[in-house]
């Protein structure tokens, strides 16, 4: 079998899960190259790995370059990817800076899998929520048509970066001595805008167009962008809640065609990636703390709207370092060398 010199940029919340998935999955990696801004070692289930400061020259001979460092114009993929691809590597990003660009494929495996063949050097990651939910949806649109989503997202600090994991438990730890509102002024970790123990807030990302988030908007146009339905009515709330990994959404959606909550179970339980878990009855439905870890999305608590005829509700779970950025990552790498 071929194996393939690999790269990974960024050692961060994604990043570790990144090496982790690669060797879980048994990708064919020949050479594995790891960058981040400073060098050093890291353990990553017993395993070292040496990282290297990030340069352009890093890249020659690399096939795949799996970027999970930070967005935006000084961050690591729109400084190194256009060098990466240079030198004839595929560039997977993490991030968002290339995810709207025409000429840049943004792929859900279980989706849009044929959209990577169209690459030209850079293929885009979606944002963790909306992976999950493409995932959980896409074999409902296929059966009864989506015309309407609306979904509140409750999304774990993980979501935002190492950082704000250790927010969360420097917030905690000064609540269990004695702290209890305002933590957030003393604490030293200060990734989010406001205080996460003991706390949610309706804030992720900055405020855009309309009054919704950025994250909102990621939402709505990434899922048309990977579901190839431009018109199809989105409107989300995203809200950050004191879980450490594991995003979970609300879901509303109208169909086209009416579909029984049974069929939706049966269609579920047959679709790839999806892990039905819905028996109301005995308490079974997804839970963040059970899916962390875990590669599949994880759907329960389908009901029909009391209103609407062809109304849904669903409870979407799953965990966002894993199929919500590495796993995904990894299987466009998987689909790239088919
Ligand atoms: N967390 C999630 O659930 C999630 C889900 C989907 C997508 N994403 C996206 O994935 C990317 C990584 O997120 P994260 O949560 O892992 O962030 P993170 O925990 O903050 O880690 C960022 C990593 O990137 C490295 N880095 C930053 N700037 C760099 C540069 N210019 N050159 C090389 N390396 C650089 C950092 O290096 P040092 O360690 O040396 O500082 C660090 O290792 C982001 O674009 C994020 O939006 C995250």
Redesign the pocket.
């Known amino acids: 079998m071929k194996k393939y010199n690999v790269a990974v940029?960024?050692?961060?919340?994604?990043?570790i899960e990144m090496l982790r998935v690669l060797k879980q999955r048994n990708f064919p990696v020949n050479e594995l190259r790891v960058?981040?801004?400073?060098a050093r070692d890291i353990e990553v289930d017993g395993e070292i790995y040496s990282v290297k400061p990030?340069t352009p020259d890093g890249f020659g001979g690399i096939d795949i370059a799996l970027f999970?460092?930070?967005?935006g114009e000084?961050?690591?993929a729109v400084?190194y990817a256009a060098e990466a691809v240079k030198k004839g590597a595929v560039v997977i990003d993490?991030?968002?800076d290339f995810r709207m660009d025409l000429q840049v494929p943004l792929v859900v495996p279980e989706v849009n899998a044929a959209d990577v063949k169209s690459h030209k050097g850079i293929i885009a990651n979606p944002?963790?929520s909306t992976i999950q939910m493409v995932v959980a949806l896409n074999p409902i649109h296929k059966k009864a048509g989506i015309k309407r989503i609306i979904v509140t997202t409750l999304q774990a600090a993980?979501?935002a970066?190492?950082?704000a994991v250790e927010q969360l438990k420097e917030e905690t730890s000064l609540i269990a001595q004695g702290g209890f509102n305002n933590v957030h002024v003393g604490a030293v970790n200060k990734s989010m805008p406001q205080q996460l123990a003991y706390n949610v807030f309706p804030h992720i990302g900055s405020f855009a167009e309309g009054d919704y988030t950025n994250e909102e908007w990621k939402l709505v146009k990434e899922t048309h962008k990977i579901m190839h339905a431009p018109k199809l009515k989105i409107s989300a709330t995203t809200v950050r809640v004191p879980v450490r990994t594991g995003h979970s959404e609300s879901v509303y959606i109208e169909t086209d065609k009416y579909i029984s909550v049974n069929k939706v179970r049966e269609i579920f339980s047959k679709s790839p990636g999806v892990i039905l878990m819905d028996d109301p009855n005995h308490n079974i439905y997804p839970m963040p703390k059970d899916v962390e870890g875990r590669d599949e999305v994880f759907v329960g608590r389908i009901r029909q709207d009391a209103f609407v005829k062809n109304g849904l509700w669903l409870w979407v779970v799953a965990d966002?370092?894993r199929k919500?950025?590495a796993t995904n990552a990894v299987q466009i790498a998987e689909e790239l060398i088919k």
Not at 9 to 15: S, W
Not at 35 to 38: D, E, M, Q
Not at 68 to 71: F, M, S
């Open positions: 940029i960024g050692v961060g919340a994604v990043g960058f981040a801004r400073s990030i999970a460092g930070t967005e000084k961050g690591a400084t993490n991030g968002a944002n963790c993980s979501g970066g190492k950082g966002n370092l919500g950025a």
